[in-house]
């Protein structure tokens, strides 16, 4: 009775526990599935979690007052000029922002303006916590948009046409064709200012697709005169490239849409009557277009009115108009390098395009697989908890079925006056072999001569370890197949050495036994240090540790050998 009750005890004890244990992991697996769901149910504000602006009022009214009335606008961004620094930080980039928008509005944007470089980075920095805030995107894209503004007032057209491809990319992490008509237009605008900085560098293509952007955008906004203008920038293009009968073509459909007067078909129809060798007629057309702001019609116009009047003997004139071509073919080969720079961002703009619409095709589908595989997922850890603590009571109930059978074969016995049955041996009781050696010399000779304790005495012969010197030894730390192979080589000597000392002393771990076999090999602390590849400190504590186990006096070498002498 005494053999059997402590073992009922102790299998109760075990049920509760897995119980209890299984009870803690389902509600910490429940908890873990509320933040994923409550993660996907919705979107955090950054201001709202900055608890910012706090003169969301004031910066409302004037964004509100800067489509109708920017003067006004204007005027109030100035109002709150002294009293801005006192805002927070959220605040005050706002205001930055809105004081350079008001100002380019109301065509006061001068090169002295604030720069907006600090604004930018400010809202780069929070959108990458809040990547899908809506309204810290549409403030992000306008600071890099007047940042370009700027740098285009400045000349700096590289950075411009960064600041503008960033805007682009920024915009379109939303479908543009869903947004509001001020994003619309906004869009339409940024696609506009590229298009002209691209067409002063003479990359038609890319000026072209801009302006065509742009004019999609503008048609659904039904903003005939914005258009109108689309058409004209196309059309300028059609006539750098020379082909005057597409331009005419362009010009004639923007004059149906807001008609400006006939000097925008100038260029091209005195184009055309150079080419029909009417020089006279060709001449009052060129110098038309001579007079206009396009680098492209007024270089074209120049080489042709300088060989009119060579033709004519007119060579003042001829002079003059072959200065300007020469100086502004000098021009353009000193525009060369930044042209390069340009098309290299456009083309790099392009392909992060393409891979962004890749994977806007996946994202919806993602949007509901990520929380669904959660789920799924939760749901069978969930199955397989249940199922595996079943399957371990089921097992508990068997043993305990076992025991109690036992038992009441032994209280039979007992009462017909024999011995006891033996208890059945439990899944976990270790069954111990014998050494295949008569004498501990013999195994003790087996165990030394094997290859693995061969390897490692050859490691550590001839260094000096010491306690200092552990770390200069990296190299002689032992593979996990090795202190494998060494732990195994003292099985087969003395009989499962690491399963006797588990038996005897149940305190003891997988790696206080290979300590011990490393021990029994006759290294000392330090070399034991560099062949586990840690510290002496940490070799030494293991020792005092296992001695304190064995609860011996003597060293922790003499006490194995004595150990394993009294097993013979």
């Not at 009775?1 to 389902?26: D, H, Q, T, Y």
């Not at 293009?237 to 459909?253: M, N, R, T």
């Not at 080419?275 to 074209?300: G, I, K, N, V």
């Not at 003997?313 to 390098?337: D, H, I, Q």
Request: proline residues 2%; aromatic residues 10%; contains cysteine.
């Amino acid at each position: 009775m005494l053999l059997v009750s402590p073992k009922i005890s102790i299998f109760a004890v075990r049920k509760r526990s897995e119980k209890v244990k299984n009870r803690g992991a389902i509600e910490r697996i429940l908890l873990f599935l509320l933040v994923i769901l409550a993660g996907c149910s919705g979107k955090k504000s950054a201001f709202d979690v900055l608890d910012a602006p706090h003169h969301d009022a004031e910066l409302r009214q004037i964004a509100e007052l800067m489509q109708d009335n920017p003067e006004m606008a204007f005027d109030s961004v100035v109002k709150y000029e002294n009293v801005a620094e006192n805002w927070s930080v959220a605040d005050r980039n706002e205001w930055h922002l809105r004081y350079v928008e008001s100002a380019y509005k109301t065509r006061q944007l001068l090169d002295s303006c604030p720069d907006l470089e600090e604004v930018a980075q400010y809202y780069d920095s929070l959108s990458l916590l809040f990547p899908e805030d809506e309204t810290l995107l549409g403030l992000q894209a306008r600071a890099y948009y007047y940042k370009g503004v700027m740098a285009s007032m400045q000349n700096e057209d590289l950075e411009a046409t960064r600041s503008f491809l960033h805007v682009l990319s920024l915009m379109e992490k939303n479908d543009p064709n869903q947004g509001n008509a001020d994003d619309k237009r906004f869009i339409a605008l940024t696609h506009t200012r590229l298009g002209e900085v691209l067409y002063y560098y003479g990359i038609n293509d890319l000026a072209r697709k801009a302006f065509i952007l742009a004019a999609d955008f503008f048609s659904d906004l039904n903003d005939t005169v914005a258009l109108a203008s689309m058409l004209r920038n196309e059309a300028a293009i059609c006539q750098a490239e020379k082909s005057y009968d597409l331009a005419l073509a362009k010009f004639s459909e923007a004059q149906g849409l807001v008609p400006i007067g006939s000097v925008v078909f100038c260029h091209s129809i005195g184009c055309k009557l150079y080419e029909m060798q009417q020089f006279d007629s060709a001449a009052a057309y060129l110098e038309r277009s001579f007079d206009l702001e396009d680098r492209f019609a007024r270089t074209d116009a120049a080489s042709r009115l300088a060989d009119i009047y060579r033709r004519s003997g007119e060579l003042e004139k001829e002079v003059y108009y072959t200065r300007y071509y020469v100086g502004n073919a000098l021009m353009e080969s000193n525009l060369a390098s930044a042209k390069m720079e340009i098309e290299f961002l456009c083309s790099n703009h392009e392909k992060e395009v393409e891979a962004t619409g890749d994977t806007k095709q996946n994202a919806d589908f993602l949007k509901y697989l990520i929380p669904l595989v959660s789920v799924l997922a939760i749901f069978g850890i969930l199955v397989y908890v249940i199922v595996r603590n079943r399957r371990r009571i089921k097992h508990i109930e068997k043993q305990i079925t076992t025991i109690e059978e036992n038992r009441q074969k032994d209280e039979i016995n007992e009462k017909s006056g024999k011995e006891p049955a033996i208890t059945q041996k439990s899944d976990n009781q270790l069954k111990i072999g014998k050494s295949a050696f008569d004498t501990f010399d013999e195994a003790w000779q087996h165990f030394n001569e094997c290859q693995v304790c061969m390897k490692i005495k050859k490691s550590v012969k001839g260094k000096d370890i010491m306690i200092k010197s552990v770390a200069q030894y990296p190299h002689i730390k032992l593979s996990e197949k090795d202190l494998i192979d060494l732990v195994q080589a003292a099985n087969s000597s003395f009989g499962d050495f690491s399963l006797r000392l588990l038996n005897a002393y149940p305190e003891l771990t997988t790696g206080d036994v290979r300590h011990c076999a490393l021990v029994l090999l006759g290294m000392n602390d330090a070399e034991i240090a560099a062949l586990d590849g840690i510290s002496y400190s940490g070799t030494n504590r293991r020792t005092k540790k296992i001695s304190g186990v064995f609860k011996t006096n003597l060293s922790l070498q003499t006490f194995l050998m004595s150990y394993l002498k009294s097993l013979f």
